[in-house]
């Protein structure tokens, strides 16, 4: 699953027609000219790009984007600027002007030159207007640069500095925003505000400008879970080795934040907000198939909607079904209807504990058993609370003279107490048992949905947003964390 560089809708607008004029709106910082400059790198597959500098020198474009050397050639950059600097010969096209006729004839001639640009990026419209001195309720410099790019069948994309419905506004067949979202988290937005002839899938696109370059994080569409039964992704994962009194996340990044894993004895909180659906599941398998390809042991309580079985499904492409039974041991709860998820066969196989769900008191009891017994010659246990299956179960029925957020409180502790660690799931709604284990937790993550993309931040280690990618190599598959920056 790999993240292209632009929104597709934007591939598909320039292929759809040559003249495709496009405006980019957004306020300073926001990653206007770094969009400009992506749309310029995929023009550039079907020929070169006209780059028209009016804020910055092609000098100064070099040096702080040096990969845009590669991209764009100083031939292909056109100096705007008001300054007095006077590039040499061979780094850019001199191109100032104070008249708006002698402007528009020298840009319609470099346009019909040959070999014929793609596209000129305009960057940007208001810093050209103030180069050519035009009054601000004179707007027929746009409509001049839209006709000539209609009559020449070129390509044009305008950077915009203001956020405000202006004339060119009706005049351009698409307009995208760039937006900074500052709310809880940090995030970056593409917004797709209209492409003619083009059907928008998707209104927002996160994106992140790591190292110098926009480059977009569409939804993932599937749960790592997907990509593994559908075969997208190898079923082997690159895991990584438990260092002393750790247990990996199976993550590099959550590992360096967290001093190299999870800390025996410790308490982790993975918290899932609203519209997550399972695409949680990019931090959480992980983090199973490594502690099971290390050779150690995990007690599973899955979350609520998944069956035994089904978790069973979900791990064993991965770690094989002999080390699954080895090291995993998966509760399955009987149903109200007295029937079970599996057989009564599969109920007395080892990796199963069958529990009644009647009353909580007594089926912790089992539970604290059962992983003492998976403790033994083990220095931890791996244990997984989903807490909507807890709340499902006995928050429904008799919970006997021990409150649920309580119980599991409790469990947490004295499987802390014991050395083992664990991982909780709590999700939306579970405001009051986020509320007791935040006070015991020692890493806290946050999962949510931004406009159809899962990603992840840190409360605790403090860690921004940050986009799971899947990768694949000769060892099988990771997923790496990209940070939005």
Known sequence: MEAKCIPWELIEAFNLLRGYKLLIKG?????????????????????????????????????????????????NILDATDSKYQPPEDLAIAFKYIERPAFLQAMYEICIQSPKPTAVIVDSLEALRENLHIPREDHSLESAIIDLSRMTETGLIIV????????????????????????????????????????????????????????????????????????????????????????STGNMYLDSVTGGGYFHGSVNLIEIQ???????????????????????????????????????RMITPVTGVEEFKKHVKVVDFQLTSGESSVGEDERKDSWILALEGRDLREDYSRMYKEVATQRKGEKTVLVVLACDTLELVYGWRNTGDMDLAVGISRGIIDAKQAGNTVLCLAKYGQEKLVDYINHISDNHFKVRNVEGTIIINGVFPYFSAMYPQVEKNEKGFRVRLVPIT
Not at 32 to 60: D, H, M, W
Not at 283 to 298: A, E, M, S
């Open 27 to 75: 306020a300073p910082g926001s990653g206007k000219t770094l969009l400009a400059l992506s749309i310029c790198e995929f023009l550039n597959q079907r020929g070169p790009a006209l780059y028209l500098s009016t804020r910055v020198t092609p000098e100064e474009l070099y040096s702080t984007y040096p990969w845009a050397r590669d991209l764009i050639p100083s031939r």
């Open 160 to 247: 915009s500095e203001t956020e405000q419905i202006i004339p060119v506004d009706y005049l351009v067949d698409g307009i995208v925003r760039q937006i900074e979202r500052k709310d809880d988290i940090f995030v970056r937005l593409t917004e797709i505000k209209k492409l003619r002839g083009v059907h928008i899938r998707n209104p927002y696109y996160l994106f992140t400008l790591q190292g110098g370059r926009y480059r977009v994080l569409p939804p993932q569409g599937l749960t790592l879970n997907n990509l593994i039964q559908m075969e997208k992704i190898p079923k082997k994962f690159d895991y990584i080795k438990n260092v002393e009194g750790r247990v």
């Open 274 to 312: 609203r519209d997550t659906g399972e695409a949680y599941d990019y931090f959480l398998l992980p983090t199973i198939f490594n502690q099971v390809l290390n050779g150690g042991n995990v007690f599973l309580i899955p979350p609520s909607g998944m069956t035994a079985q089904a978790a069973k």
